[in-house]
């Protein structure tokens, strides 16, 4: 957890309910609106945010489920009557439905879904995430006052995590060619390496004439 040049630090990973696949967001300090930072990655330390939909997450204790028919949605908060995941459950469940985005002019575009067992973060990475969100919605946050369902549908969607796919290397299939095209071809690389050698020497006529003229000016007499 070392501080970055700006005073930026990261999360502490011993704090209750650390989480290492919501850390991808915060190993460096958020970007200010219309910004981006690039987060560094390897293999031994991959930017892997699968687990958000593999059900191995440490969740919370489930809210009762929404009544089908009438009632309201809220964007921001997602409910759900099933037991908690068991660890290295293979999908989890999301809550779909149309509504707004949370910041003004809440425009009526978004598919929202809601992770039916809540994700649990740090102290200090719900703080880090909020104090985000803030900024970037100048100041009205990711969440909307309660918004009547009226016709719209509350669907349920079941997100399975497949193994990623596999990576054929390129091949590459040499090119025959004709002896008149290796000889044009010898040629082209002779004529690349006389350019380069001549610049190199032009370099260095410029650098020879740059400084006989510089010599010649210190040495005339001033007026």
């Known amino acids: 957890n070392s501080s970055s040049s700006s005073g930026y630090r990261p999360p502490p990973i011993d704090e209750a309910n650390f989480n290492p696949a919501v850390e991808a967001f915060l190993k460096l300090q958020p970007p200010v609106p219309g910004a981006q930072v690039l987060v560094p990655a390897s293999s031994w330390e991959p930017l892997d945010v699968s687990q958000l939909i593999s059900g191995n997450l440490l ?91 009226g016709s719209r549908t509350v669907s349920l969607w079941q997100a399975d995590l497949e193994p990623p796919p596999l990576v054929t290397p390129p091949v590459i299939t040499p090119i025959d060619t004709t002896p008149r095209e290796g000889s044009l071809r010898d040629i082209a690389d002779k004529a690349l390496r006389i350019a380069s050698q001549a610049r190199v020497v032009t370099e260095e006529s410029d650098r020879a004439v740059i400084g006989a003229a510089r010599a010649y000016r210190e040495g005339l007499p001033s007026f």
């Not at 509504?99 to 575009?109: D, K, L, R, V």
């Not at 985000?132 to 369902?149: C, H, K, T």
């Open 59 to 149: 969740s919370a204790s489930p809210a009762p489920a929404p009544s089908g028919g009438a009632g309201t949605a809220s964007a921001g908060a997602g409910s759900g009557g099933s037991p908690a995941p068991a660890p290295g459950a293979p999908s989890v469940a999301f809550y779909g439905y149309n509504g707004s985005t949370t910041a003004p002019p809440c425009a009526e575009n978004v598919a929202w879904f809601v992770r039916e067992q809540p994700v649990m973060v740090s102290d200090t990475q719900a703080r880090y995430l909020q104090d985000a969100l803030m900024e970037l919605s100048q100041g009205s946050g990711n969440f909307r006052q309660l918004q009547p369902l």
